[in-house]
């Protein structure tokens, strides 16, 4: 099949993926958008969304992706993030424990922290990270 777009998945780390798929589905701040092949030109900026997108041979996969950027120039899709994680390797019943954790760490701080203080934003990100990444297992089990 000819008409695949080109997805790479950057973080931090590198290259997280490359693969050759046949149409994406994420959030952005401006709402969900949806590509396939010879989609207009577009860079926006991701919400915590998970990343669907099926793969040249029909397959389905999805990845937890904490923000970042998503450009789209001459069907090559790069999502630039600093968190993403494969939905098969995220295990539902660890991912739920973690959110309340998560959840027990940020009550804890917030009626006695200001919204600058670094420990109340860091034990917010990281609740934002695993509600992201148990959505994005349940999400996977649907695939």
Not at 95 to 120: C, M
Request: net charge negative.
């Amino acid at each position: 099949m000819s008409n695949l777009l080109e997805l790479e998945l950057i973080t931090p780390e590198g290259v997280l993926l490359q693969e050759k798929v046949q149409n994406l589905i994420a959030k952005t701040e401006q709402g969900e958008i949806g590509i396939l092949y010879n989609h207009a030109e577009l860079r926006a900026k991701l919400d915590n969304t998970p990343v669907r997108f099926t793969l040249a041979d029909g397959k389905q996969d999805i990845f937890a992706v904490l923000g970042g950027i998503i450009e789209l120039s001459n069907n090559k899709i790069t999502i630039l993030t600093n968190f993403a994680e494969q939905g098969a390797h995220i295990d539902e019943a660890q991912a739920k424990n973690e959110v309340q954790k998560a959840e027990t760490e940020f009550k804890l701080l917030s009626p006695n922290a200001s919204k600058t203080d670094s420990n109340l934003i860091i034990a917010e990100v990281r609740l934002q990270r695993e509600l992201l990444r148990l959505k994005t297992a349940r999400l996977f089990k649907e695939l």
